[in-house]
């Protein structure tokens, strides 16, 4: 019953920004930890952001400095603000939501395309 859904996703010219949102629904309880993975094409799908229900956030190196990964307090709600983007950021992005250790405890959205292009 669990229902991730992302949302934002966009055109946009490089050195832009975007701002990515990420929805669960259809569960009483918040997810452990909930994340942002990017895929290019030809590629695995790369870790790029997370929070915890505590706050502590994650961040991969490529994207330090450029993108605030953020947790709303009642919700399992996610937001992604993108800043300097690049073209290499060019990706479908899918927000994963986890439960419970272990990748039966993993819940995914269909993802949202982000492109950047000069």
């Known amino acids: 019953q669990v229902q991730v859904a992302e949302s934002g996703g966009g055109l946009v010219q490089a050195g832009g920004s975007l701002r990515l949102s990420c929805s669960v629904s259809g569960t009483l309880v918040g997810a452990k930890t909930m994340g942002w993975y990017r895929q290019a094409p030809g590629k695995q799908r790369d870790f790029v952001a997370s929070?915890?229900?505590?706050?502590?956030?994650n961040y991969a190196d490529f994207v330090k400095g450029r993108f605030t990964v953020t947790r709303l307090r009642f919700k399992n709600t996610l937001i992604l603000q993108m800043n300097s983007l690049k073209i290499e950021d060019t990706g479908g992005y899918y927000c994963?939501?986890?439960?419970?250790?272990?990748?039966?405890?993993?819940?995914w959205g269909q993802g949202t395309q982000v492109t950047v292009s000069s």
């Open positions: 929070i915890t229900n505590d706050a502590e956030a």
């Open positions: 994963n939501a986890r439960f419970m250790a272990g990748p039966s405890g993993d819940y």
